[in-house]
């Protein structure tokens, strides 16, 4: 059996293997279409397994990858009747997972040629427009935590990074939204001391320890949270937006200054120019102009966006 086994394998070699690696010696250009198959397939199968992974459909993709493994071993064994019974199992199973993941290879099916289907190859919005979006959810939830009068303290990190500052938070490495935003400074909640950090486009962590400013020309009615803003912002180029406490108005801290009592205008302007325009110039800006609104639970009212477009 050992011997066949040994012969079977040196005929698959010197066929296919070997006859493949010389028609590519023959004809280079296969090597190119080649090296494209592959770079094709290794996403395509890099992408399946990322999105399996964050589905029920994982621990099934393991049991199936067992299955063939022990099918082919088998067949190269020459275990007949368990081949069989593999192959039979294998044959029946295809229409047994149709059954099954019917809703989920429907909504795959409908989502094909969609918005939603290009986030599977990562074809999605491009980085400018996703920082203005998130610049207005930030707002938003600014303007929510002023009008209850709950301190927040949200710091947006630009060009130099705070990965010691993240370390200190509780990781989140979430989508930004005004509605967690808001949900993370609910008073007597685990993660509302402290501050949130925005990086690369999402939420990295909350209940940040940040450097506190300890200037003596800063006024001395300053709570711990402006301080804190203050200090991160002379450590670092980023920018933090605070919601005090006590009286709900909302301050900005950027390059170790205070700028106080900032009205939903002016909180506008400057995030869109410090982050949006300094990062991607003004014509990516302008021509992300053509955004009215997103679409969430807080919802942004069409006159500010063209009073922003302005």
């Not at 992408?47 to 082919?72: C, H, M, P, Y």
């Not at 199992?89 to 997972?97: D, E, Y």
Request: hydrophobic share 45%; aromatic share 6%.
């Amino acid at each position: 059996m050992i011997n066949k086994v040994g012969i079977s394998m040196q005929n698959f070699y010197e066929q296919n293997i070997m006859g493949y690696i010389k028609t590519l010696y023959e004809n280079p250009l296969n090597l190119i279409i080649l090296i494209i198959d592959i770079t094709i397939v290794l996403f395509l199968l890099i992408k399946v397994l990322k999105f399996a992974r964050d589905s029920r459909a994982w621990q099934l993709l393991k049991g199936i990858a067992l299955l063939i493994i022990a099918t082919a071993v088998s067949n190269v064994l020459q275990l007949k009747i368990l081949n069989f019974i593999l192959n039979s199992i294998m044959t029946w199973g295809v229409f047994a997972l149709i059954v099954i993941f019917q809703p989920e290879l429907r909504r795959a099916l409908e989502q094909l040629g969609t918005n939603k289907f290009t986030k599977f190859f990562g074809i999605d919005k491009d980085i400018a427009t996703r920082t203005k979006e998130d610049i207005y959810k930030i707002i938003i939830a600014a303007q929510e935590l002023s009008k209850s009068k709950t301190g927040g303290l949200i710091v947006i990190e630009r060009d130099i990074q705070i990965k010691d500052i993240i370390s200190t938070g509780i990781e989140i490495n979430a989508e930004v939204s005004p509605q967690l935003l808001v949900n993370i400074f609910v008073p007597n909640t685990p993660l509302h001391d402290g501050a949130v950090v925005i990086s690369g486009n999402k939420i990295a962590a909350a209940a940040c320890m940040l450097p506190l400013a300890s200037d003596a020309d800063i006024a001395k009615e300053l709570g711990t949270r402006h301080r804190a803003a203050i200090g991160v912002s002379k450590e670092s180029d980023a920018i933090a937006v605070v919601v005090s406490e006590e009286t709900g108005k909302i301050s900005i801290a950027k390059d170790g200054t205070l700028i106080a009592d900032v009205k939903e205008e002016a909180l506008k302007k400057i995030l869109i120019k410090s982050v949006v325009t300094k990062r991607f110039g003004d014509g990516q800006v302008t021509r992300l102009d053509k955004l009215k609104k997103i679409k969430f639970g807080f919802r942004i009212k069409k006159d500010d966006i063209k009073k922003d477009n302005k």
